[in-house]
């Protein structure tokens, strides 16, 4: 008797800047328990952190946020949540080994928090997916318009989404695995 084949484990990057729903996305995904390592905003981090728009942000993910989605017996999605900071840019050379693609989750009051994120997985020829996450004061911003302020190239997918929202993330993910497998298979012909 052949043993059942075993599930294919997927690295996805949680990417973008501070504030931009990256912990409360990957907590909404999850079907685990969230690993989170906030700590709280000292009066250290001012100045160093960039708190405008969200001055009522009491904690940050100084390491990262970890958790677990089966899409189904043949597919695992491990999902890292990296540290919004600019000083913590070398985490993320070490989070970004192994990954398959990633998701910018962007915030359109501070758009241009998104546009190292962006820069980081392009150089690396990392594919990623941009989420749109609206808050309560979003401008009401197109996805053309979006698309166009970050300057990307057209194949990446932008999706607006609800990070508090279980369905909406899936929804996410699952165009981040979409072209994935657009981009494996166009490449393989
Ligand atoms: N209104 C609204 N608030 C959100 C949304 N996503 C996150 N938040 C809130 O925004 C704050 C920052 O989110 P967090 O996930 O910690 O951001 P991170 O720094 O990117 O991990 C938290 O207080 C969240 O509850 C959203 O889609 N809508
Ligand atoms: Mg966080």
């Excluded at 053309?144 to 369905?167: M, N, T, Y």
Aim: aromatic share 8%; hydrophobic share 45%; with cysteine.
């Amino acid at each position: 008797m052949s043993a059942a084949p075993r599930a294919a484990s997927v690295k996805i990057l949680i990417a973008g800047g501070f504030g931009v729903g990256k912990t409360t996305m990957v907590s909404s995904i999850s079907e685990v328990p969230a690993l989170h390592t906030e700590e709280v905003v000292t009066e250290l981090s001012t100045g160093i952190d960039d708190l405008s728009g969200i001055e009522d942000k009491k904690t940050t993910t100084v390491a990262l946020d970890f958790g677990r989605l089966t899409i189904d017996r043949n597919l695992v999605l491990y999902l890292f949540g990296t540290p919004g900071q600019d000083r913590f840019w070398y985490v993320w050379d070490e989070l970004a080994r192994g990954a398959l693609g990633a998701i910018v989750v962007t915030d359109t009051r501070r758009l241009e928090h998104s546009f190292a994120g962006i820069d980081f997985f392009e150089r690396r020829g990392l594919p990623f997916t941009v989420a749109v996450n609206r808050f309560d004061d979003s401008p009401p911003y197109t996805v053309q318009q979006v698309r166009d302020a970050l300057d990307l190239d057209p194949k990446v997918p932008v999706v607006p989404c609800d990070a508090r929202d279980r369905a909406s993330c899936r929804a996410v993910l699952m165009t981040l695995v979409e072209h994935l497998i657009l981009r494996t298979t166009a490449t393989a012909v």
